[in-house]
């Protein structure tokens, strides 16, 4: 039974968006790391948490469907992989914490004013 043309499409747009998922949150994680601002940086992080927690998805569905021989595969929640990608992206704003704290103390004096 041949399939209509769109689906090999979908599925060539979900195989991409969940590979290049996992190399853009690593970016976008970096960037966040290293922006000067607390707005910035936890707009770069939420960013990366979803993009981690699309990629912990896909792979998780593209397992189930490869391992799946009989019957049919129901693929998992996708918010369901948000408690481990917030981890993550807690544990990065922490690391931003903490080296804008060391960041901010090697600062030298303001000069006095005249």
Known sequence: MDEPPYHELVAQCLFWSGILSLPFSILISILGINAKTIKDATGCLFLGVL???????????????????????????????????????????VIWFL????????????????
């Open 99 to 114: 080296r804008d704290r060391r960041r901010s103390s090697k600062l030298p004096p303001p000069l006095p004013e005249q």
């Open 51 to 93: 993009a981690l927690n699309h990629f912990i998805w896909y792979f998780t569905v593209l397992g189930g469907a490869l391992a799946t021989k009989g019957g049919t595969y129901i693929p998992p929640f996708w918010p369901s992989f948000l408690s481990w990608s917030g981890v993550i992206g807690l544990f990065l704003l």
